[in-house]
């Protein structure tokens, strides 16, 4: 089996439907549950024994020992995280305890497991670390995009503590040997994304008929992926990436904020209950530090697996806005009362 790390989440549990629905290989799940980790996004694995969850931290060096033992996963794939950049601002510590930390318990949990198992299966064994292009900083309009080459300069708490669990798992490469693999990805959007995240919390605000708060000129650039073509991506990389190497994956979809804020709009706008969306759109207090600009160059994946994102922009958001019109309980039950006092306290002296 294979043991996923943060697959309550939204791409996590994206990843764990898909891996069951096209790799037939059971998955054990381990999740805080935290504000961003919802059983409810695994609702279909009800019944599947495929499936195993377990709620726990990844910085709980026991828990992690008696888990490695009983399953004898082949592979780990790492998605837990702190990951929301304005929530990092707001209080960075927990990004420290689970990004840094964290990382740090459960790689070194997996080396001593790892380091026992026999020669056939120690070569075999991965570990896959799912990181972000936020580690490479921020692009001027015309540099050129991040390549695997390009060098660290995170911005935000949150990418500090991403960069600083990449430099982890590089040397626990470098120094015993650990088969890693490293992703960096561009924004992802789809179905089970958190709406504290921009386009969720524009679909959501949209509908509620609430402000779209459009942070400094909205001119910001992110390089959009369907969450499908990013666990695409993850497959591949799992099944043919060259150990201690870096993948970078992304959409080739640079869209500045404004442009997206304004383009859910006219998505919404063709639906049935349909008002002027675009009115809604709040310039609002910029973010402090706010990188200008993301950019992927996924040459590397591209040619060495032949990945390519299925999924355009345009086709991606149609489904993703889709997906939320048809999931209102979903939504119901993820904007808790927790939610709420997260809102009022991001966007409470927000607009400029
Ligand atoms: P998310 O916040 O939706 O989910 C994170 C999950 O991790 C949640 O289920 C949470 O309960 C769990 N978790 C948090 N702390 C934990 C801990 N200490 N132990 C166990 N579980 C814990 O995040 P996401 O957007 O799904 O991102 C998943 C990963 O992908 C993260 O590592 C993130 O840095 C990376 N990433 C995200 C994006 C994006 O656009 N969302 C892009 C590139 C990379
Ligand atoms: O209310 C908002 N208004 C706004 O203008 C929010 C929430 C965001 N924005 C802007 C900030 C960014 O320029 O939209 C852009 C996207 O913001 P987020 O959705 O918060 O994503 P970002 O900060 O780019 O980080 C995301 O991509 C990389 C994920 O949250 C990370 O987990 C991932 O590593």
Redesign the pocket.
């Known amino acids: 089996m294979i043991f996923v790390?943060?697959?309550?989440?939204?791409?996590?549990?994206?990843f764990v439907l898909d891996w069951l629905a096209q790799v037939d290989e059971p998955v054990l799940n381990?999740?805080?549950?935290?504000?961003?980790?919802?059983l409810g996004?695994l609702s279909p694995l009800r019944n599947d024994p495929r499936h195993v969850f377990v709620r726990?931290?990844?910085?709980?060096r026991k828990l992690l020992q008696r888990l490695l033992a009983l399953h004898r996963p082949r592979a780990i794939v790492?998605?837990?995280?702190?990951?929301?950049v304005d929530r990092s601002i707001h209080g960075p510590a927990?990004f420290i305890?689970?990004?840094v930390v964290?990382t740090f318990t459960l790689l070194d949990a997996v080396r001593a497991h790892w380091s026992e198992l026999a020669l056939a299966e120690r070569e075999a064994f991965r570990f896959l670390h799912?990181?972000?292009?936020?580690v490479y900083g921020s692009l001027a309009p015309d540099d050129p995009a991040f390549k695997e080459s390009t060098g660290y300069a995170p911005n935000s708490p949150?990418s500090a503590s991403?960069a600083a669990s990449d430099h982890l798992v590089r040397a626990y490469h470098h120094t015993y040997g650990l088969p890693t693999l490293t992703?960096?990805?561009?924004?992802?959007?789809g179905p089970?994304?958190?709406p504290e995240?921009l386009i969720p919390l524009m679909i959501v605000n949209a509908l509620a008929g609430k402000p779209l708060p459009v942070y400094g000129d909205g001119r910001n650039v992110r390089d959009w992926?369907y969450?499908g073509d990013?666990c695409a991506a993850l497959r591949m990389v799992l099944a043919k990436g060259r150990v201690g190497q870096t993948y970078n994956?992304g959409g080739n979809a640079e869209r500045a904020n404004i442009d997206v804020v304004q383009t859910i709009c006219r998505v919404l706008g063709k639906h049935a209950a349909a008002r002027d969306y675009g009115s809604l759109v709040t310039f609002v207090q910029d973010r402090p530090g706010h990188d200008r600009r993301y950019a992927i160059d996924a040459t590397k994946i591209r040619t060495e697996f032949g990945w390519l994102p299925a999924e355009t922009f345009e086709s991606g958001l149609a489904r993703t806005v889709k997906w939320y019109l048809d999931h209102s309980e979903w939504l119901r039950a993820v904007t808790s009362k927790e939610y709420q006092n997260w809102i009022s306290l991001n966007y409470a002296e927000a607009e400029a």
């Open positions: 790390t943060g697959g309550a989440g939204f791409i996590g549990a994206n381990l999740d805080k549950l935290t504000y961003a980790g919802n996004n726990g931290d990844i910085g709980d790492n998605f837990a995280a702190e990951s929301h927990e305890d689970t990004n964290g799912v990181s972000t292009d936020e949150y991403k992703t960096h990805c561009s924004n992802n959007y089970l994304q958190f995240k992926l969450v990013h994956i």
